[in-house]
């Protein structure tokens, strides 16, 4: 499978605890989004990446939210001191991207990991 | 600020019927439009793109949806429902003109197509 990937699919820990997801995107993409869905609610948009670079960064994004790409390849989403509030399923998609290309290219998600706080 | 509306949050219909779901947004400059399905347990996957150009766009699974500038729409649609299209639809836009230096999607709350045998 070629797909985007993460894991784990699923996460339940207790509050105060942190726990660190992984994203691994399709290979010659080299941009990487995270997003966080609720119950009943769209995705909402976290953070994303071009190769390992950062470029922009939700307000949602709290301190104790941090995200790396170190290699331009996987990516880790950490949450640090978990509060019941961060319970959501977490997804990634990655695209692809040419510099000049005037094609906008769509993203392709992964099946999410969904977080449990209790 | 960008945003997307899906007034409906289910659609009900019989198997064969056409269906519509329906999709509006606002953003600042000109708008980039997609739709999502998810199934359930599933990540999105992506049904298809309005960038530039003809304003019907044809997707996958026989799905496809028309930009109406004027409304500022960007409903979906299908001639024939099968009972397998039933699942959650989102609405996506992304702002083209924010520079280029944003690439995020602002995605709708979902509707839920219930297609009935």
């Known amino acids: 499978d070629t797909g985007v990937s993460q894991d784990p699919r699923h996460k339940i820990t207790k509050r105060g605890q942190n726990v660190t997801f992984r994203c691994d995107p399709i290979s010659e993409h080299n941009r990487l989004y995270w997003y966080r869905q609720t119950l009943g609610q769209g995705p909402e948009f976290l953070t994303y990446?071009?190769?390992?670079?950062?470029?922009?960064k939700s307000r949602l994004l709290s301190d104790r939210f941090s995200a790396e790409r170190p290699k331009g390849s996987f990516s880790t989403l950490e949450i640090q001191r978990t509060e019941q509030g961060d319970s959501a399923m977490y997804l990634c998609?990655?695209?692809?991207?040419?510099?000049?290309?005037?094609?906008?290219?769509?993203?392709?998600f992964g099946p999410g990991t969904r977080l449990t706080v209790l | 600020a960008q945003s997307v509306a899906q007034p409906e949050d289910q659609v009900n219909v019989a198997e064969g019927n056409p269906l519509t779901v329906k999709c509006t947004y606002s953003?600042?400059?000109?708008?980039?439009l997609f739709w999502y399905v998810q199934y359930p347990n599933r990540g999105l996957q992506f049904l298809l793109k309005y960038i530039t150009g003809d304003n019907l766009v044809k997707g996958s699974y026989g799905f496809e949806a028309e930009f109406n500038k004027s409304q500022t729409s960007f409903h979906l649609k299908k001639p024939s429902a099968l009972v397998s299209d039933s699942a959650l639809y989102f609405c996506a836009v992304r702002d083209g003109d924010y520079g280029g230096a944003t690439n995020k999607l602002i995605f709708g709350t979902g509707t839920l197509l219930a297609v009935q045998p």
């Open positions: 990446f071009q190769n390992e670079a950062q470029l922009e």
């Open positions: 998609a990655s695209s692809s991207f040419t510099s000049g290309g005037a094609i906008v290219a769509e993203q392709f």
């Open positions: 953003v600042s400059g000109n708008p980039y």
